[in-house]
């Protein structure tokens, strides 16, 4: 294993600790408990927005904090939950008054663990909604789940939800923006190469040099099958016909496209499978009218990529395009 590391055991609270350093017109670092908030945090009368989960998935989520998307970000140890205790601490932290939301990946520990904090303030009088992303197509229960994963799509539910608060939405209108973001967004992806979890020093799984595993987990975890490596363009179809049958978008829809690296391919890649991704779509009669291409939710130095496909409509498609300045995702300001 060679990483650009120190200690394994230190590698969440080292990076995180750069990364505040590095985004200090962003974000603050708070160490006991961990969590990074947004720098003008809480922000009066506006809700306040809160996810997190296991490290190893940067940007995700720290890089969406800031104006228009998050207001806090809560990260636990490589592709392991963070506790109650930080995720209550950051939540009241961005409590301006107006009530905090809650977004959840669907995995296990993540939904219990923020399940109990949204309790656990509750008592002090800070009302939580909490909206659970789950739009991987890929498997409907896996090895940290019950349910679908939540994946990508968590970028586009982050955005859409983080632009609704900003424009001074209340609680229960910026929880249906989230909830209708997640409903519109299906996603998949593919592996060739594993990660490397810094702690076990190994690969979380092997592929030989002629397979790739069709609808991996950012952990790592198993997809719907393994299958010889082929050209680019054949790849992309097998990941994206599985996305839209599940989304069954109507004739002629608007769709967001989202191209995903999971951190170790290279942009150059990632641009060879958006263009037939859009081909395809526009060969069904969509129109991809927004897209986004890069490492955004990623899986350590796994080597693949993942489709994000949302059926954009007015609303949707305003709250995209509103300003954002985040460290990992800025346009509009």
């Known amino acids: 294993m060679k990483k650009l590391i120190n200690d394994p055991q230190q590698v969440v609270a080292e990076s995180v600790r750069g990364f505040a350093q590095a985004h200090a ?6 160490e006991d408990p961990l969590y990074l908030v947004r720098r003008d945090a809480p922000v009066s009368g506006k809700v306040g927005i809160v996810s997190g989960g296991g490290s190893g998935h940067e940007p995700l ?83 940290y789940t019950a349910g679908r994963r939540g994946v990508a799509g968590t970028v586009v539910v982050e955005k859409c939800a983080g632009a609704a608060a900003e424009r001074g939405d209340d609680l229960d209108a910026v929880t249906a923006v989230a909830r209708k973001a997640v409903a519109a967004t299906r996603s998949m992806g593919l592996a060739l190469a594993s990660g490397t979890v810094p702690h076990a020093g190994e690969p979380s799984f092997t592929l030989a040099d002629d397979e790739v595993e069709i609808g991996i987990g950012i952990h790592g975890e198993p997809g719907r099958e393994r299958i010889a490596m082929a050209p680019a363009d054949e790849l992309v179809d097998r990941v994206l016909e599985p996305i839209l049958t599940d989304l069954a978008a109507p004739d002629g829809s608007q769709l967001l496209l989202l191209v995903n690296g999971m951190g170790g391919t290279p942009q150059s890649e990632l641009y060879i499978a958006y263009r037939r991704a859009a081909e395809v779509l526009a060969d069904r009669g969509h129109t991809v009218a927004r897209s986004l291409v890069g490492n955004y939710v990623t899986s350590l130095e796994m080597q693949g990529f993942s489709l994000t496909v949302t059926v954009l409509d007015e609303e949707l498609t305003a709250l995209w395009d509103a300003p954002v300045e985040t460290p990992a995702l800025r346009w509009g300001r």
């Open 61 to 143: 989520h720290a890089g969406f904090i800031g104006h228009g998307m998050l207001d806090a970000a809560v990260p636990g140890p490589v592709f392991t939950s963070p506790t109650p205790d930080p995720i209550v601490a950051a939540t009241k932290a961005v409590d301006g008054g107006a009530g905090v939301l809650h977004i959840v990946k669907n995995y296990t520990g993540d939904v219990l663990n923020f399940e109990t904090a949204a309790e656990l303030v509750a008592m002090d009088d800070v009302r939580v909604e909490s909206v659970l992303v789950d739009d991987d197509v890929a498997v409907q229960d896996s090895l």
């Open 25 to 30: 017109d962003h974000v603050v670092l708070v």
